[in-house]
C-alpha cells in the first residue's frame, strides 16, 4: 500500500468476490432492469412500512452476495453500510440478522464508494479478510423524510432527482478474483454554494470535478487511460457541469465519462434530471458495471461516489449543500 | 478550473433546464378554470335548492374539499397534479390534499404520533395565516362597528 497526495494506492490488490443488486418495480423497468438479482414487483418487499421494506431490500441483497460466494455471514470479517435514513436504520436494522461485525456509513449517494475505499483499507492494512459493502435507497422512505409525502401535489423542478428504490452490495476479500480494486481517492468537502436541494447534481459536480482533478494527479493519468469514468448520481445537469470543468481545464472528457444517475432509468420513465439516492450507484455497479469487469468487457473504470450531505433542517436553514465525491479504481478481466 | 461561487453559479444556473412554462401554464389554467367552473356550477345548484348565498359558498366549499380528498385517499389526486400543476393545487383542493396526502403517509407511525402530528405539517401555515388574518379582520370589524 503507497499513498501519494489523497490516493491510495493498493499494491496488493483488494479483490472483488461476489455482488448482488436488488431493486424495486420502476428499476426493473428500466434498461437495467434484467440484470438485477432480484426486483421487488411493488417496491413493499412484503413489509408494512416503507422503512422496513427499505430494510428488507438491504438484507436481500447481502444474503444474494453472500449465496453467489458460497460463504456464510461468519467469513465476513466485517460489514460497512449506509443509507439514506435518519441514523442510517436501514443498515443497521438489516444487521440484525446476519450478526456480522457492523460499522455503519453515511456518505449520502457516495456510500458505496466509501464502503469500497474502507472495506479495501481494512483488508489491505491486515485488519480483515473479507468485507462487506452495503448501500440502500428507497423512494418511498426518502421522499417522507426528505420532501413530502407521495400522495402531495406538489410538483418538482426539472433539475430534480428521483430517488432510486435499489440495494447493492459487495464481498471483497484478499484472494485473487477477476476483479480487482487497485486504488482509491477519498474525497474532501467542497461546497459550491447551491442551496437548492433540488439541484443536487449542481451541488456535487464540483466535488467530483476536484476529485478526478487529485486522483490524475496522484495517479500521472489522464482521463482516456480509463474505459468508463462513472460518477453516481450527478445526473443530467451534474454530469454535463463536470464535463464544461474538464474542458475548461483543456482536456475534454470523452465518451467513456457516464453518470450512474443516467443509466438506471429510461428517458420515458419521467426522473426528471436523473437518478439519485445510495442505492442508484451502488446498484449501477453491482448489476452493470462489476459483471463487465468479471467478463472483460470492461478493464480499468473509475468509480466515484457522489454525496450532498444536507439534511431537510440545513436546508430550511438556508445553509448550501456541501458536496463529497470519493473515487476507487476497478481492475477487471485479470 | 478554479471558479468562484458567483462563477460557479452562473455555469450551473445555464445548466439547469428550467420548467417548460409554455405547456404546464395553460394546462393549470384549464385545469384551475375547470375546477372553478365546477365551483360555480355547486354553487348554482345549492342556491336554487334553497340555500343562502352564504351557506352554499360554504357548502360549494366543504364539497370540493370532499373532492380533493376522496382523490387523494384513491391515489388519483397526485396523477392528475402531475399533470395540472398548480391547476390542481392552488384551488382548495390542494388543500384540501395537502392535509390528505400527509395523514395517509404517516399512518404507519401511530394514529396520534404520526396521522394527527403529521396532517398539518404542509397546510399548517395556511391555517395560521387564515386564522390570523380572521381574527385580524374580526377584531377590525368589530372596532368599526363600536365605533359605528
Known amino acids: 500500500?503507497?499513498?501519494?497526495?489523497?490516493?491510495?494506492?493498493?499494491?496488493?490488490?483488494?479483490?472483488?468476490?461476489?455482488?448482488?443488486?436488488?431493486?424495486?418495480?420502476?428499476?426493473?423497468?428500466?434498461?437495467?432492469?434484467?440484470?438485477?438479482?432480484?426486483?421487488?414487483?411493488?417496491?413493499?418487499?412484503?413489509?408494512?412500512?416503507?422503512?422496513?421494506?427499505?430494510?428488507?431490500?438491504?438484507?436481500?441483497?447481502?444474503?444474494?452476495?453472500?449465496?453467489?460466494?458460497?460463504?456464510?455471514?461468519?467469513?465476513?470479517?466485517?460489514?460497512?453500510?449506509?443509507?439514506?435514513?435518519?441514523?442510517?436504520?436501514?443498515?443497521?436494522?438489516?444487521?440484525?440478522?446476519?450478526?456480522?461485525?457492523?460499522?455503519?456509513?453515511?456518505?449520502?449517494?457516495?456510500?458505496?464508494?466509501?464502503?469500497?475505499?474502507?472495506?479495501?483499507?481494512?483488508?489491505?492494512?491486515?485488519?480483515?479478510?473479507?468485507?462487506?459493502c452495503l448501500a440502500s435507497s428507497h423512494f418511498c422512505s426518502a421522499e417522507r423524510q426528505y420532501r413530502y409525502p407521495l400522495e402531495y401535489g406538489g410538483q418538482r423542478p426539472p433539475s430534480a432527482q428521483w430517488t432510486a428504490t435499489a440495494c447493492g452490495a459487495v464481498l471483497l476479500r484478499r484472494e485473487k478474483t477477476k476483479i480487482a480494486v487497485t486504488a482509491a481517492t477519498a474525497g474532501r468537502i467542497y461546497d459550491p454554494g447551491v442551496t437548492d436541494s433540488a439541484n443536487m447534481g449542481a451541488a456535487m459536480a464540483q466535488s467530483a470535478y476536484e476529485t478526478l482533478r487529485i486522483y490524475f494527479r496522484d495517479s500521472g493519468t489522464s482521463p482516456g487511460d480509463y474505459d468508463l469514468i462513472l460518477t453516481g448520481d450527478l445526473a443530467t445537469v451534474g454530469h454535463g457541469l463536470v464535463r464544461q470543468l474538464f474542458a475548461a481545464d483543456g482536456r475534454p472528457l470523452g465518451e467513456n465519462y457516464r453518470d450512474c444517475g443516467m443509466l438506471l432509468y429510461g428517458p420515458e420513465q419521467d426522473v426528471h434530471a436523473g437518478a439519485s439516492g445510495c442505492g442508484c450507484s451502488a446498484a449501477v455497479l453491482c448489476a452493470d458495471v462489476l459483471p463487465a469487469l468479471a467478463a472483460g468487457r470492461l478493464k480499468t473504470v473509475l468509480f466515484c461516489g457522489t454525496g450532498a450531505l444536507m439534511s431537510p433542517t440545513s436546508a430550511n436553514q438556508g445553509e448550501s449543500i456541501p458536496g463529497i465525491c470519493h473515487l476507487v479504481r476497478l481492475e477487471g478481466g485479470r | 478550473m478554479k471558479l468562484n461561487r458567483t462563477e460557479y453559479r452562473s455555469l450551473y444556473q445555464k445548466a439547469s433546464p428550467s420548467s417548460p412554462s409554455l405547456r404546464n401554464v395553460p394546462a393549470a389554467f384549464v385545469t384551475g378554470g375547470a375546477i372553478c367552473a365546477l365551483g360555480q356550477a355547486l354553487k348554482t345548484l345549492f342556491l336554487q335548492a334553497g340555500l343562502t348565498e352564504q351557506s352554499a359558498a360554504a357548502a360549494v366549499s366543504c364539497a370540493l374539499i370532499f373532492l380533493g380528498v376522496a382523490l387523494t385517499a384513491a391515489r388519483l389526486f397526485e396523477k392528475l397534479a402531475k399533470w395540472a400543476g398548480a391547476g390542481t393545487l392552488v384551488p382548495i383542493t390542494g388543500f384540501a390534499n395537502a392535509i390528505a396526502a400527509p395523514a395517509m403517509e404517516f399512518k404507519t407511525e401511530g394514529f396520534v404520533l404520526g396521522t394527527c402530528v403529521k396532517m398539518f405539517s404542509i397546510a399548517g401555515p395556511v391555517l395560521t395565516f387564515g386564522i390570523s388574518a380572521s381574527v385580524l379582520y374580526g377584531l377590525i370589524l368589530w372596532l368599526a362597528g363600536g365605533a359605528a
Open chain 1, 1 to 132: 500500500m503507497r499513498r501519494r497526495g489523497d490516493t491510495v494506492f493498493f499494491d496488493e490488490p483488494v479483490w472483488v468476490e461476489s455482488c448482488a443488486a436488488v431493486g424495486g418495480k420502476k428499476e426493473g423497468e428500466g434498461p437495467l432492469g434484467a440484470r438485477f438479482d432480484e426486483i421487488g414487483p411493488d417496491n413493499r418487499f412484503g413489509q408494512k412500512t416503507w422503512e422496513k421494506a427499505e430494510k428488507r431490500m438491504a438484507e436481500l441483497a447481502c444474503t444474494h452476495a453472500l449465496s453467489k460466494a458460497d460463504v456464510s455471514p461468519a467469513a465476513v470479517t466485517c460489514a460497512l453500510g449506509g443509507d439514506l435514513l435518519n441514523q442510517c436504520i436501514s443498515s443497521a436494522f438489516a444487521m440484525r440478522g446476519l450478526g456480522v461485525p457492523y460499522l455503519g456509513l453515511y456518505g449520502a449517494c457516495s456510500t458505496m464508494a466509501e464502503g469500497l475505499l474502507l472495506g479495501a483499507a481494512l483488508i489491505s492494512g491486515g485488519f480483515a479478510d473479507r468485507t462487506l
